[in-house]
């Protein structure tokens, strides 16, 4: 180095990275007479420079991915600090930190910082900006970064469409649509929604067969790391089949009259309905309209004891339509014939006297041992007159007093007072 006159001046050195020693060999003067030198300097000829390291910090690794709206951390490591140092970090996280933020610490290592929350669905970028060893006012730009990458909150989309099918007899799909991520699973419910069941499907459609229970269904689906988010239910309503009674109790009709049967019905929702049935071996239907719970069938003539059987019940109006051709509880009715009732006249008083009563007999048949019944007969063909009874058999008859002559008596008809059945009778005799 050179300078002018005496006093203190100052030897610059540099671009050192390890401690030394700076040692003063000689001095001499370079003008005026005499030039003198001097290398025998003893003196405060030596001095010692200590060589601070500029910090260092680098990134190790974050946690990613993370799911939006939550944090991330990242692991970083210090260097070139001594034990007792104590340094401040400069770094930045995107736009969460809202610009460059500082933590400090002491000493070298490996240090963890958690994020602030990343509100967006992307790619963060960590970035480390400097670093200062405030104990020794040496500091280092840095550039390392890593990327953290923030999945989508998930969204589950929707499933369609609610519907109401028939018990046991149907076959429909759930469609899926919208959300992100991927489909997890199905679920199903037939409690309300209360508890789930899961179902191997990761398809956008399912397809249902054959319920016996109201259900429920939904999707659950998961993107990325983000917690799994399910869809609002649609719900599969099982109408239960209609069914369809007739009358329990055998009908009673008359020989070569029509029955009159009731059919009940329930399960049709206020909607049309037909019956197919038989009468004895002839298949018929009656339909009625809604909203109506009953129906009559009428037989036709019967002439023997018929059973009347209803086959199948199926829905003519409204959705769904449903069917059900499996009635067995009090599908059949028996309508039993009731003969029609018989008198014939076997005895007369053939000759009376003039003012006098004849006396006859008749003999009663086709009616059962406890039906009561009524012969009416007429004079000639006057004012009719009966004589009643119970059960078959022959029975005597006692006429009003005759005055004509001749009288004839007729037999006109029979009624089955227990049955109601009627007959129309044609024997007759003379009483003279």
Known sequence: MTGTGGGNHTLTVGGFNTSFNVVLKEIATVSGVPQCLNDKLTNNAQSHVDVNQRPYASLNSVTSPVCQGSTSSFSYTVSNVKSGDNWTLTYEVDDATGGSKTTSGTGPGTFT?????????????????????????????????????SDATTVAGSVVADSTVCYGSHVGTVRHSGGNGSIVRWESSVDGGTSWSSITNTNSNFTYTNLTNTTKYRVVKKNGVCSEAATAPITVTVRPLPVATTESVPTLICWGSNANLTVSVSNTYNQSWSVSYLVGTVLDTISVSGPATTGTINTGTIKTNTDVTLKKIWMTSGTPQ???????????????????????????????????????????????????????????????????????????????????????????????????????????????
């Open 113 to 149: 910082l958690a994020t602030p929350v990343l509100t967006s669905a992307k790619t963060y970028v960590v970035k480390l900006h400097n670093i200062t060893n405030t104990t020794t006012t040496c500091d280092s730009n840095l550039s390392s970064t890593m990327n953290i990458i």
């Open 322 to 432: 449903c069917e059900n051709n499996n009635l067995t509880n009090n599908a059949t009715a028996t309508v039993e014939v009731d003969d029609i009732p018989n008198a014939t006249l076997i005895s007369l008083t053939d000759t009376v006297c003039t003012g006098s009563p004849a006396y006859g007999q008749i003999t009663v048949n086709d009616v059962r041992s406890s039906e009561n019944w009524r012969v009416y007969w007429s004079i000639n063909g006057g004012a009719a007159d009966s004589v009643s009874g119970t059960g078959s058999g022959s029975f005597n008859i006692t006429t009003a007093n005759l005055t004509a002559n001749p009288s004839t008596l007729r037999l006109v008809s029979m009624i089955n007072r227990t049955t109601g059945c009627t007959g129309t009778l044609t024997d007759q005799r003379c009483g003279c």
